[in-house]
C-alpha cells in the first residue's frame, strides 16, 4: 500500500500528524509513505513579529491538544530576527531523500520537525540543518557527513527537487497541510485533508484500499 504525504515541516498540524503516521506505519507494515514537501512559506522574507508569534502560539496549543506533543513555547518566543521561509528546512527533508532514498523518510522528516518545534534550533540555517540531517540519518542507518549533507543541500539541484515538490503538491490540488493520500491504480486518492488520530486513517483505509 502506498500513501503519499503533503507536508511541510515548519506546520505544527503536520507535526501533530506525523506521529499519528509513525503508529500507522507500526500499525501497517505494508505501508510504503512518500512525503511530498508543501513549501507552506517558502521564499517568505518577513521577520516574525510578535502578533506572528502569538498566531503560532495558538495553533500550538490546538496541535498539543489533539496529539498530545511537546512544543517548545519560550523557544518561539525567544526569537528575535527569524524569518520564517520554510523553503530551507524542505530541502533539507529533499536532501536527506537524495542522498540515501531508502532511508525512513518519515522519521527524518520528523527528525526535522523535533529541532523547529522541540530543540527550538534555527531550521533556516543550512549548517543546523546538515547536521540534524546527518544524525537523523545515522539514526535510520543511513550515515552521511554533515559536511556532505550540507554541500548537497547548497546544489542547484536539490533546490530545483525542492521546487518540484511545491509545484507537484499545487498540481494535485493541495491547499493545506498536511494531506495524506492513497495511490490505487496509478491515481491518488485523498485520505485525510488535514490532521487525523491512526484509529480514523486506520478506519478509512480499510475502506479505501
Known amino acids: 500500500m502506498e500513501l503519499v504525504l503533503a507536508a511541510d515541516p515548519m506546520c505544527s498540524w503536520c507535526y501533530g500528524f506525523g ?31 510578535d502578533a506572528g508569534k502569538r498566531f503560532r502560539l495558538h495553533h500550538w496549543e490546538r496541535v498539543e491538544e489533539a496529539s498530545g506533543l511537546a512544543f517548545n513555547r519560550e523557544g518561539l518566543l525567544a526569537r528575535t530576527g527569524f524569518v520564517y521561509d520554510t523553503e530551507v528546512i524542505c ?32 531550521t533556516t540555517n543550512g549548517a543546523v540543518l546538515a547536521e540534524v540531517g546527518s544524525r537523523a540519518l545515522d539514526a535510520v542507518g543511513h550515515p552521511v557527513s554533515a559536511e556532505e549533507f ?10 530545483e527537487e525542492a521546487a518540484t515538490d511545491f509545484a507537484t503538491a499545487r498540481a494535485i490540488g493541495v491547499t493545506s497541510f498536511p494531506a495524506l493520500f492513497i495511490r490505487k491504480e496509478g491515481r491518488l486518492q485523498l485520505v485525510s ?8 486513517l486506520d478506519t478509512r483505509l480499510k475502506t479505501q484500499a
Open 19 to 49: 506521529k499519528e503516521l509513525t503508529l500507522l506505519e507500526e500499525r501497517r507494515p505494508d505501508i510504503t509513505l512518500k512525503i511530498i514537501l508543501g513549501g507552506l512559506r517558502a521564499g517568505a522574507t518577513d521577520v516574525l513579529d
Open 91 to 122: 530541502r533539507a527533508v529533499v536532501t536527506a531523500r537524495i542522498l540515501r532514498v531508502q532511508a525512513d523518510i518519515l522519521n527524518v522528516f520528523r527528525a526535522f520537525q523535533h529541532a523547529f518545534y522541540v530543540d527550538a534550533l534555527d
Open 150 to 159: 550540507l554541500q548537497t543541500w547548497r546544489l542547484r539541484g536539490t533546490i
Open 193 to 200: 485533508p488535514g490532521y487525523a488520530k491512526v484509529d480514523e
